[in-house]
């Protein structure tokens, strides 16, 4: 990033798994970033926010003005969303309203975090005009506020003439996401079998892989060739099988498959996700840099260290 093209930065949900690695490379290149979450925290430029209470939202914007919004915070998860439907909707669908409002106050340029949850049940090649052609339906509460995410946005650009550009995240992990039962499949794998607890592995499913820091890389890109109204997929081009995965962390732990339970699919989700990322290639130079055995190392030796 140049320094001399400094930036004014928010980052909503910035305490988060991707918001901090976010936040960290941002302010490596010369931008002042600010963060928003909902826990207390002490770190230089943050402000406690929930961006679900609009009061909340308005002080913060009244107080400060940024030349671009990263909007991260959200309520994460499938299951998450439906035992907690109301933080669900809450947040991602009246939180983002809120935002979208101050951007037409104070038109800011803002980068939304999509899902690769919005595909819902199609199987094919996930090209990002898919919804355009194809009916999609989204098989949970989670993915459908994520789509409405995206349609609220478009709605303000067409209505309100902001600019946004919105991004499809698929499988991102690495060093830094703590375990909750709600969080995706390789923290719930590793935290557990450390602690020699059993969890599930469905063998006829398949998932694309992204490192942190390679999804970072490319979410700041867009800061020097942000496309208003573009959308992008974040997903790499290789399908690693669940069961593969499993056997890499037990492997790194050294410990074998004994306490896995195995069973052939997981309901409400795509058995095979298979992205087309060309645009984010062209674009954002996104690329993988980290191979996948390599990355769940570097994860595993982290949760070795965060894990009681």
Same mark, same amino acid.
């Given at each position: 990033?140049?320094?001399?093209?400094?930036?004014?930065?928010?980052?909503?949900?910035?305490? +988060?798994? @991707?918001?901090?690695?976010?936040?960290?490379?941002?302010?490596?290149?010369?931008?002042?970033?600010?963060?928003?979450?909902?826990?207390?925290?002490?770190?230089?430029?943050?402000?406690?926010?929930?961006?679900?209470?609009?009061?909340?939202? %308005?002080? !913060?914007?009244?107080?400060?003005?940024?030349?671009?919004?990263?909007?991260?915070?959200? %309520?994460?998860?499938?299951?998450?969303?439906?035992?907690?439907?109301?933080?669900?909707?809450?947040?991602?669908?009246?939180?983002?309203?809120?935002?979208?409002?101050?951007?037409?106050?104070? &038109?800011?340029?803002?980068?939304?975090? +999509?899902?690769? %949850?919005?595909?819902?049940d199609f199987d094919g090649v996930m090209s990002e005009d898919i919804m355009?052609?194809?009916?999609?339906?989204?098989? &949970?509460?989670?993915?459908?506020?994520?789509?409405?995410? %995206? !349609?609220?946005?478009?709605?303000?650009?067409?209505?309100?003439?902001?600019?946004?550009?919105?991004?499809?995240?698929? &499988?991102?992990?690495?060093?830094?996401?703590?375990?909750?039962?709600?969080? +995706?499949? @390789?923290?719930?794998?590793?935290?557990?079998? !450390?602690?020699?607890?059993?969890?599930?592995?469905?063998? &006829?499913?398949?998932?694309?892989?992204?490192?942190?820091?390679?999804?970072?890389?490319?979410?700041?890109?867009?800061?020097?060739?942000?496309?208003?109204?573009?959308?992008?997929?974040?997903?790499?081009?290789?399908?690693?099988?669940?069961?593969?995965?499993?056997? !890499?962390?037990?492997?790194?732990?050294g410990k074998d498959d004994s306490k896995v339970v195995y069973k052939d699919s997981e309901p409400?989700?795509?058995?095979?996700?298979?992205?087309?990322?060309?645009?984010?290639?062209?674009?954002?130079?996104?690329?993988?840099?980290?191979?996948?055995?390599?990355?769940?190392?570097?994860?595993?030796?982290?949760?070795?260290?965060?894990?009681?």
């Amino acid at each position: 990033m140049d320094m001399a093209k400094s930036k004014t930065i928010l980052v909503t949900g910035g305490l +988060g798994f @991707i918001g901090t690695g976010l936040v960290r490379l941002l302010k490596s290149g010369g931008h002042q970033v600010w963060t928003c979450d909902l826990k207390h925290s002490d770190q230089e430029n943050y402000l406690r926010c929930d961006i679900s209470k609009y009061r909340q939202i %308005e002080h !913060l914007f009244q107080e400060h003005e940024f030349d671009f919004v990263y909007h991260a915070a959200a %309520e994460y998860g499938r299951w998450s969303g439906e035992d907690y439907y109301e933080n669900l909707w809450q947040t991602n669908a009246v939180g983002t309203k809120h935002l979208l409002r101050m951007q037409e106050k104070q &038109n800011f340029q803002m980068i939304f975090f +999509g899902s690769a %949850e919005v595909y819902g049940d199609f199987d094919g090649v996930m090209s990002e005009d898919i919804m355009e052609r194809i009916p999609i339906r989204q098989m &949970n509460d989670y993915a459908i506020s994520k789509w409405v995410n %995206e !349609l609220q946005i478009l709605n303000s650009i067409e209505m309100c003439g902001t600019e946004s550009v919105r991004v499809r995240l698929f &499988n991102v992990y690495g060093p830094g996401e703590n375990y909750t039962p709600y969080r +995706g499949f @390789i923290p719930k794998f590793i935290h557990l079998a !450390l602690l020699d607890r059993p969890y599930t592995v469905f063998l &006829n499913h398949k998932r694309t892989l992204e490192y942190i820091d390679d999804i970072c890389r490319a979410l700041a890109a867009i800061l020097s060739n942000f496309k208003s109204s573009e959308v992008y997929n974040l997903g790499s081009e290789t399908q690693f099988s669940i069961k593969m995965i499993s056997d !890499l962390i037990l492997k790194s732990l050294g410990k074998d498959d004994s306490k896995v339970v195995y069973k052939d699919s997981e309901p409400f989700t795509t058995k095979i996700k298979t992205p087309d990322s060309s645009k984010a290639k062209r674009d954002l130079d996104f690329r993988e840099t980290v191979s996948v055995e390599e990355g769940i190392a570097r994860t595993v030796e982290w949760f070795k260290q965060h894990t009681p």
